[in-house]
């Protein structure tokens, strides 16, 4: 039988679930999220999906995101640094190889590095749960060799999912998953074992949507990047909220497009209330202060909302 709904996490009204409160007070816990990926000319195929939306060789796509890893990256990050502003890098491992000095310099910056799986043009759609199970290690293991970090994070290349996938990153100790899109703030991920939860991870911030689909002019993403987190900072007083900016370096890191990002950016940092961290850090503060109070909350919820007799 096809379920409903993905069963994943309980329905709690942002109205009536238990606040939060972030480190200092802060209204919002404002990440930025890096995407830095490595795709491949001549992907494998997946009956699922296809990597590239031209025949392959797709020399055009692929040399622009190649663009990222060659120059884009590289302004991207001077700028943020300049900032003072840190990134939770959703990292295709393939760069480890590939591009170690990429890896270098963000490890040099205490940047964190979270799994985007090991290329962006493979998917986990229609692997076995055994070979799942492989590719999350070895996306784990490498993480670790390349940089001495463990992976607390998880973006599923393309956002591919299986049934199986939330239990095994929760099994194999993941701490976060970005894959769900359903809150602005943190909430408990149901598995079999392990304390999973979600961070979000905004879509409608992402440079890709922004950029790619609504057309968007890099003035028009600054001021949606403001508007947003505006309205969560006003919001965040009575219970905290998170914000996310995911970008790629293909499209962000485009000269003409770093000024509008740059002046958003100063913008909410002038905000007293706002805390400037990574998802890391926010998936341990929520798992040590709220994650079992979530839990707990979610249950009687179920239990008044069953059905009598």
Not at 166 to 180: F, I, P, Q
Not at 182 to 193: A, G, I
Not at 220 to 228: D, H, L, P, S, V
Not at 260 to 273: G, Q, T, V
Request: glycine share 6%; charged share 20%; with cysteine.
């Amino acid at each position: 039988m096809k379920r409903s709904e993905p069963g994943l996490y309980d329905y709690l009204p942002l109205t009536s679930r238990p606040a939060i409160r972030w480190p200092n007070g802060a209204h919002v816990a404002f990440w930025v999220a890096p995407n830095i990926e490595f795709y491949e000319l001549h992907p494998p195929p997946n009956m699922s999906k296809n990597a590239w939306v031209r025949p392959n060789p797709d020399v055009l796509n692929y040399s622009w995101r190649d663009y990222g890893n060659r120059a884009g990256v590289w302004r991207m990050i001077d700028a943020m640094k300049e900032l003072g502003v840190r990134g939770s890098v959703s990292l295709n491992v393939a760069v480890c190889d590939h591009h170690p000095e990429i890896i270098r310099r963000c490890v040099e910056l205490d940047w964190e590095l979270f799994s985007h799986g090991i290329y962006n043009t493979r998917f986990v759609l229609n692997m076995s749960i055994e070979q799942e199970q492989i590719f999350i290690r070895d996306v784990i293991d490498t993480i670790y060799q390349a940089s001495g970090q463990k992976v607390d994070g998880w973006l599923s290349p393309s956002v591919s999912n299986n049934p199986w996938t939330m239990d095994l990153l929760a099994e194999n100790g993941v701490t976060y998953t970005c894959d769900l899109f359903h809150d602005d703030q943190p909430m408990p991920v149901r598995t079999e074992t392990g304390r999973l939860c979600s961070i979000p991870y905004s879509l409608e911030m992402n440079d890709v949507i922004a950029y790619t689909r609504a057309m968007k002019t890099p003035r028009e993403y600054g001021r949606m990047i403001k508007a947003q987190f505006d309205q969560l900072y006003a919001e965040g007083e009575e219970s905290g909220m998170v914000m996310c900016v995911p970008l790629h370096p293909y499209l962000i890191g485009q000269p003409h497009r770093l000024e509008p990002l740059l002046e958003a950016l100063d913008y909410i940092k002038s905000h007293d209330k706002v805390w400037l961290t990574t998802g890391r850090e926010i998936a341990h503060w929520y798992r040590d202060h709220y994650y079992d109070d979530a839990v707990a909350h979610a249950k009687i919820l179920r239990t008044s909302h069953a059905p009598a007799g």
